[in-house]
């Protein structure tokens, strides 16, 4: 037992047999079980029950993924204490929970995620190599990254050139180092253009 309210929150940390319980049974055939009495149904984990207060009880299995990762339980302590409406109800609750669980686990990759970005992009800005990333617009590349060791390499401030096509950035770029870029995006492989002179008089006054 991982969760509980009312009487089963004293039975928390309970640990109950999967195979002789109505949990169990429920986890394992993946439905919707009710005992009318846990003191005479073979299915019921008796001592458990007990413990539990649960003289009925319905279980309904909860699914992540496609698989079934806990069960929701509903008891009563009077025997036949729920009709078929309870144990329908107690069966879209745990669509619901399962729902909650599954966004939650979302939640958690996505969280995951950012902060591995997040990390990434301190590495990238505090690098010492001058990085600047492009993307493509109406034919022509523009800029839409710049990182701090290339504002020391060129002199260009990012603030100034983030934004501007690669004409604007590097006004004395060869139509090779375009061409190369743009080879680079239709082979989807990494490639050395080699070294190509592309400084202008902004630049040579910052170095």
């Known amino acids: 037992v991982r969760h509980g309210a009312g009487t089963a929150s004293r039975s928390v940390g309970l640990r109950i047999d999967r195979a002789r319980s109505i949990a169990g049974h429920a986890a394992l055939h993946g439905e919707a079980v009710y005992a009318a009495d846990t003191t005479t149904d073979p299915r019921a ?54 729902t909650v669980l599954r966004n939650t686990a979302e939640l958690e990759t996505r969280r995951q995620l950012v902060d591995e970005l997040r990390t990434q992009g301190q590495v990238v800005e505090h690098m010492q190599t001058a990085l600047w990333v492009w993307g493509t ?23 100034d050139i983030i934004g501007c096509t690669i004409d604007q950035v590097l006004l004395a770029a060869p139509k090779q180092l375009v061409d190369r870029l743009f080879e680079v995006l239709d082979l989807g492989d990494l490639l050395d253009v ?9 630049i040579a006054r910052g170095i």
Do not use: H, K, W
Not at 143 to 155: F, V
Not at 194 to 202: A, M, P, S, V
């Open 45 to 98: 984990d008796t001592a458990a029950a007990a413990q539990l207060r649960a003289r009925s009880l319905i279980c309904a299995p909860l699914y992540r993924d496609a698989q079934i990762v806990g069960v929701l339980s509903v008891t009563s302590e009077e025997a036949d204490a729920f009709d078929e409406l309870a144990i329908e109800t107690t069966r879209l609750m745990a669509e619901f929970v399962s």
């Open 137 to 159: 617009t109406s034919g022509t590349l523009r800029l839409e990254y710049a990182n701090r060791a290339s504002e020391l390499a060129t002199g260009l401030a990012a603030d």
């Open 194 to 202: 080699g070294e190509l002179e592309y400084g202008d008089d902004r």
